[in-house]
């Protein structure tokens, strides 16, 4: 992909200097409902951009606003797991750099490893675990913990959501490449290892983001409990349906953010 080539055409189409940019995970498409004077592009529209393959990623870019905030929204990402290469599940974050974005945003769906996590619960993420290195491009940045200002950031959103009474924890979040869920046995090696919650994105997002000198904070959606910690079927059509449920306390919290 031309980095260049995608960005001139979406600032010809008026897709330019956002305050924010967000990718939204799995069942994420209701968020830019909430946005007004938008512009959506079909990714199939962009220069090299490839296309989502997987439910609940529509596949649009949109810019619009929230509250005080311009927002430029992916509505899907691209997962390694889907065959796609690490270089390609990161076009997003470069595209929103390229657009001179102040700072990312990444949601994900994630299946909760910590025992008094519910459905529903959001949770930032201040800490990963990866059990496969491979994770950056080109000259990858080893991404440790956050810097010290999105910490700090961490702190502040944790208590204005205590303030306002939204639902926020914070957590450690364990990547895996997928497709297939965890067996019980790695969930429990997960939890001994520290993991909060596990999921198949977001961290070479994060890892890119860092490299490239982006800010970036990511929140999950606890949307099922990991393999072994109940005797439900995990399907993805039930995540889709968690996210929906829990639209009004995502709101609130992105709402918080960009007010």
């Known amino acids: 992909m031309s980095l260049l080539a995608a960005t001139t055409f979406l600032v010809d189409k008026g897709i330019e200097a956002p305050d924010a940019a967000l990718i939204l995970g799995s069942g994420y498409q209701w968020f830019t409902e909430g946005l007004s004077n938008t512009i959506s592009i079909p990714y199939t529209d962009i220069p090299g951009m490839p296309k989502t393959t997987i439910l609940g990623h529509s596949g649009t870019l949109i810019m619009g606003e929230m509250g005080t905030k311009r927002l430029l929204a992916f509505s899907g990402r691209f997962h390694h797991y889907e065959g796609y290469s690490v270089e390609q599940t990161v076009i997003p974050v470069q595209l ?17 490893i910590r025992t008094d996590f519910h459905v529903g619960t959001l949770m930032l993420i201040e800490s990963i675990l990866r059990l496969q290195q491979q994770v950056g491009v080109v000259h990858p940045l080893p991404y440790a913990s956050p810097e010290p200002e999105t910490r700090a950031r961490i702190d502040q959103l944790m208590q204005q959501a205590s303030k306002k009474k939204i639902p926020l924890t914070r957590g450690t979040y364990i990547y895996v490449k997928g497709p297939s869920y965890e067996t019980p046995a790695e969930i429990r090696a997960f939890r001994t290892m520290g993991a909060d919650a596990v999921g198949m994105s977001t961290v070479p997002e994060l890892t890119e983001a860092a490299r490239i000198g982006l800010p970036a904070i990511a929140v999950s959606l606890i949307t099922n409990a990991a393999a072994g910690l109940n005797e439900e079927k995990l399907a993805h059509e039930d995540i889709a349906e968690v996210s929906r449920r829990s639209r009004e306390s995502i709101e609130a919290l992105f709402r918080m953010i960009f007010e």
């Open 96 to 112: 929103a750099k390229a657009l001179g974005a102040k700072e990312l945003w990444i949601t994900n769906a994630a299946g909760g």
